[in-house]
Nanobody, 117 residues
């Protein structure tokens, strides 16, 4: 099993920045692709970004503003979010797929990000 714990959410003004962290523990060797999803109020969960080795991919809505990175020594994935907009308000979830897969098998509990003046 793999446990994922997010941190770093909070309240920020439009145009501001936040960095989310996701610490993985447990059967780390079984993890391949890792990523971030979010669920805005009243909406369904949506893809934000993923990282696999040196490959990264982003949702169009966050390209150029968000950056995903991974520190394998710390078993941690980060999401640097810049130029935040009110529509980025959501619960952000860390996710991990088993080696060889591309759909999440493990989820964190989520961290709230609120962008408001």
């Amino acid at each position: 099993q793999v446990q994922l714990v997010e941190s770093g959410g909070g309240l920020v003004q439009p145009g501001g920045s936040l960095r989310l962290s996701c610490a993985a523990s447990g059967s780390i060797f079984s993890i391949g692709v890792m990523g971030w999803y979010r669920q805005p109020p009243g909406k369904e969960r949506e893809f934000v970004a993923l990282i696999s080795g040196r490959f990264t991919n982003y949702a169009d809505s966050v390209k150029g503003r968000f950056t995903i990175s991974r520190d394998n020594a710390k078993n941690t994935v980060y999401l640097q979010m810049n130029s935040l907009k009110p529509e980025d308000t959501a619960v952000y979830f860390c996710a991990a797929a088993k080696n060889g897969g591309n759909r999440p098998n493990y989820w964190g509990q989520g961290t709230q990000v609120t962008v408001s003046s």
